[in-house]
């Protein structure tokens, strides 16, 4: 075999995995675990497919360990979400490079990493690695919709190809510039998506005459409007607190958090603004099917985003003295998510210790995620310590945040190549670890 750079070798097999379409739904995510499959199997690293039916595999390969340390899993997903060719200047699946950016729809979210993580497990088999305890790589299908092809029913059907005491997953990795001082952002916590309904009840009649009807939509609109205003009490959570005290330098009382973050710099604020408590954005509504017909029922469906270890029920006593003694009913459409790692940790001290090398001066700080990633399955199913790190300093955070799930989706291979650095050194670390914690 020909000697080629890791970033060669990533970006081809990043060009190679864009090209694979596997818009979810439908997913056809086998495609890639087949694709990922042979470039492994090459380098000498066995995996195997577990698939809930046959087009939506996942591929689980690992280097076995010698048994006297814990495991860590880089997990990543291979799905994506559509795109628009019109959109784009480039074709969303041609993969192509051009002045040192690989195009295409997944490239940030997140086939890069995926390419990444193998070319980080192919290439420690070729030096002859041996961890202490079992290095995984986990490319699992239907993270974007999450309709238990992936990771859920791997935990649930096959828990000892994924079992783990750690774990490296998207989130962030973000580099940040703040007050002057240079921050890279690892997330190690994520907040409960909880979506709920409230059901108004009223009197159906002819819209001609408004007054012999009870008007459920109408009742309903001054709910809307309590739920849009609604400012949970902020309350500051390991990670925020960790975030502040290393970007203002102490930390503030929790209603002054936002501003004091602001002080240092807007961005820092805005980061932390939705973290402080349970955020509700209602987002759909349906009443009457005819013009003509008031309508007896108007069904709200809000947004909500839970903070890790607040309960449904907590949050449901608090929306519903809220809304008063109305007429509704009210239901919770789902709960995932609303987990957290700790943050003293020897991964955390891996994310240190790499970026103290990558960027002396630079420093690693803790984020609670509003959004949700397939971290959550592990931290719940074996409690695993799962964190989000890649690793991005030549791309502007404020660019990457625009291309995901947008258009002209693009990832330096600068950037790319850092993340194998980075994935390398964690398998390395973690793999040297006496024994499981
Ligand atoms: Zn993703």
Same mark, same amino acid.
């Given at each position: ?315 449901? #006593? /608090?929306?519903?003295? %809220? =809304?008063?003694?109305?007429?509704? +009913?009210?239901? *919770? !459409?789902?709960?995932?998510? @609303? $987990? ?21 001066? #630079? /420093?690693?700080?803790? %984020? =609670?995620?509003?959004?949700?990633? +397939?971290?959550? *399955? !592990?931290?719940?199913?074996? @409690? $695993? ?21 947008? #258009? ?14 980075? !994935? ?14």
């Amino acid at each position: 075999m020909a000697t080629v750079s890791l970033r060669q070798e990533a970006t081809e097999l990043l060009q190679e995995l864009i090209r694979v379409e596997t818009v979810n739904p439908p997913g056809n995510e086998t495609r890639a675990a087949e694709l990922l499959r042979e470039y492994l199997g090459d380098h000498g690293v066995e995996s195997a497919m577990y698939a809930k039916v046959p087009e939506r595999a996942n591929l689980v390969a690992r280097i076995p360990g010698n048994g006297t340390g814990p495991r860590l899993v880089l997990l990543s997903h291979t799905d994506t979400v559509l795109a628009d060719p019109a959109e784009w200047e480039l074709d969303p699946w041609s993969g192509e490079l051009r002045e040192g950016q690989i195009w295409g729809r997944g490239a940030l979210d997140m086939k890069g990493q995926v390419a990444a993580s193998a070319v980080a497990i192919a290439s420690l088999a070729r030096e002859g690695f041996e961890p202490g305890g079992d290095l995984i790589f986990a490319a699992c299908a239907d993270e974007e919709v999450g309709a238990g092809f992936g990771l859920q029913w791997l935990c649930q059907e096959h828990p000892e190809a994924v079992r783990s005491e750690y774990c490296v997953n998207e989130g962030a990795g973000d580099r940040l510039v703040l007050g002057g001082r240079v921050f890279y952002v690892c997330s190690t916590a994520e907040k409960m998506s909880s979506p709920f309904r409230i059901r108004v009840h009223g009197r159906s009649g002819h819209a001609s005459r408004p007054a012999i009807a009870d008007n459920a939509l109408v009742k309903a609109a001054p709910l809307v409007e309590l739920l849009g205003r609604f400012q949970d009490t902020p309350e500051l959570g390991p990670e925020v607190e960790a975030f502040l005290r290393a970007v203002t330098g102490g930390v503030p009382a929790p209603d002054r958090a936002v501003e004091a973050a602001r002080e240092v710099h807007l961005l820092a604020g805005d980061l932390i603004e939705p973290l402080l408590g349970t955020s509700v954005s209602p987002t759909q509504i349906v009443a009457s099917r005819g013009r003509n017909v008031i309508p007896a029922l108007c069904e709200v469906t809000v947004d909500c985003r839970i903070l890790p270890e607040r309960t449904q029920a907590e949050v449901e #006593a /608090q929306l519903r003295e %809220l =809304l008063g003694d109305s007429d509704l +009913d009210f239901e *919770w !459409l789902e709960g995932h998510g @609303g $987990t957290r790692s700790p943050l003293d940790t020897p991964l955390w001290d891996a994310v240190e210790a790499f970026v103290a090398d990558t960027e002396p001066g #630079a /420093q690693v700080v803790p %984020l =609670l995620l509003s959004g949700f990633t +397939d971290s959550h *399955w !592990l931290r719940d199913a074996f @409690g $695993t310590v799962a964190y989000g790190f890649f690793p991005m300093r030549t791309m502007e955070p404020e660019l990457a945040a625009r291309l995901v799930h947008s #258009a002209d989706e693009r990832i330096e291979v600068e950037d790319l190549e850092l993340g194998v650095r980075f !994935l390398r050194h964690a398998a390395v670390e973690v793999g040297s670890l006496p024994s499981s914690p």
